[in-house]
């Protein structure tokens, strides 16, 4: 009886040599995992650059690879002829790969537009196509909007070619100024920083405020630091000081009275006197004020009041008396004085 319990590993090796044997037949790279992987072979890019674009094609199929085509202006390559490729000519591929293909348009050109008056953005653009360089200018004006095309080289309708030049000058719209700081200042010193900025005063505005001395600026609007075009007015907000009050009513009131009850408003006192006959009743008391009672004023602000005085006693009179003696012996001269209230 013949044994056969040796043949299998035999036969298994067969196989996978004759597996092996079909792989690299199969294989244009003699690389086994070009075959499992479904790779073609290596090779050359060939060069297609300045070939007429069906020509280029079938050299393109014939190396086995597939293509695209995009377009573009070309000043030296004439229209339908490849201006380059990606891959460049020589570069390693595989067959199957594809290649771009970048085709003439032809020589590049394209009108001036008329665009003074007009957005830049929307006049450039066939300019851009056309390979036709852009030089911009911004310049600031008063009365252009920003992005609006102000002035412009060359004229309109004149053809420019890809690799020239278009000027354009544009507006950034009205300069721009930062507000300067006035807090703190007079309304002339606040005035003056803000015309030294290209910036105008607007409105002083008074506004009750009891921290800021009077007359001195709180703030401005748009406020400091903002930036706002030139010329642009800034609004100041000065302080009038704390807040009006109401006056009391002091007529009848003693003076003492009268200014203790002002000082607690932060009013100040301005005091006349009005002599009155001896034994009026109304001397040592307030006869008039002006604010009257129940209008209004700022604390710092006086408040005049008229009192009732006695009228003062009248002036001393002196009388001197000088008596002059001759003797044997000389001249003796004596004298006195007698000083009397006035009137008697």
């Known amino acids: 009886m013949i044994r056969v319990r040796g043949l299998w590993p035999f036969l298994a090796t067969v196989t996978v040599l004759a597996v092996l044997?079909?792989?690299?037949?199969?294989?244009?790279?003699?690389?086994?995992?070009?075959?499992?992987?479904?790779?073609?072979?290596?090779?050359?890019?060939?060069?297609?650059?300045?070939?007429?674009?069906?020509?280029?094609?079938?050299?393109?199929?014939?190396?086995?690879?597939?293509?695209?085509?995009?377009?573009?202006?070309?000043l030296s390559v004439q229209r339908g002829s490849v201006i380059r490729q990606d891959p460049p000519a020589g570069a390693t591929v595989r067959v199957g790969d594809s290649i771009e293909l970048t085709v003439s348009k032809g020589e590049n050109s394209a009108p001036m537009p008329d665009a003074v008056g007009k957005e830049l953005k929307v006049v450039r653009k066939p300019l851009d196509d056309a390979?036709?360089?852009?030089?911009?200018?911004?310049?600031?004006?008063?009365?252009?909007?920003?992005?609006?095309?102000?002035?412009?080289?060359?004229?309109?309708?004149?053809?420019?070619?890809?690799?020239?030049?278009?000027?354009?000058?544009?507006?950034?719209?009205?300069?721009?100024?930062?507000?300067?700081?006035?807090?703190?200042l007079s309304p002339e010193g606040a005035g003056f920083l803000i015309g030294k900025a290209g910036l105008k005063l607007g409105e002083v505005i008074l506004v009750d405020n009891p921290l800021v001395p009077p007359g001195a600026v709180i703030d401005s609007s748009p406020s400091a630091g903002s930036v706002v075009a030139k010329n642009s007015e800034v609004n100041l907000n000065v302080s009038a000081g704390p807040a009006a009050v109401a006056v009391p009513p002091l007529v009848g009131a003693t003076r003492e009275a009268a200014l203790t009850a002002l000082a607690e408003l932060g009013l100040k006192a301005q005091v006349t006197v009005r002599v009155l006959p001896d034994g009026d009743p109304t001397i040592g008391t307030v006869l008039e004020q002006a604010p009257t009672a129940e209008e209004t004023a700022r604390p710092t602000q006086s408040v005049t009041i008229v009192v009732g005085a006695k009228a003062p006693p009248p002036p001393s009179t002196t009388t001197t008396t000088t008596t002059t003696t001759t003797t044997p012996t000389g001249t003796t001269t004596t004298g006195s004085t007698t000083t009397r209230p006035g009137g008697r």
């Open 21 to 74: 044997i079909g792989l690299f037949g199969f294989s244009a790279s003699l690389n086994p995992i070009d075959v499992l992987l479904g790779r073609g072979r290596q090779i050359s890019a060939p060069n297609l650059t300045g070939m007429p674009l069906p020509r280029a094609r079938v050299e393109a199929e014939r190396a086995g690879l597939k293509y695209t085509t995009r377009n573009a202006f070309s």
């Open 131 to 184: 390979s036709i360089n852009v030089v911009v200018e911004r310049v600031y004006s008063e009365t252009v909007a920003n992005g609006i095309v102000t002035a412009q080289s060359p004229n309109p309708g004149v053809v420019l070619r890809g690799g020239e030049t278009a000027k354009f000058q544009v507006s950034r719209g009205p300069e721009k100024r930062p507000v300067p700081e006035t807090g703190g």
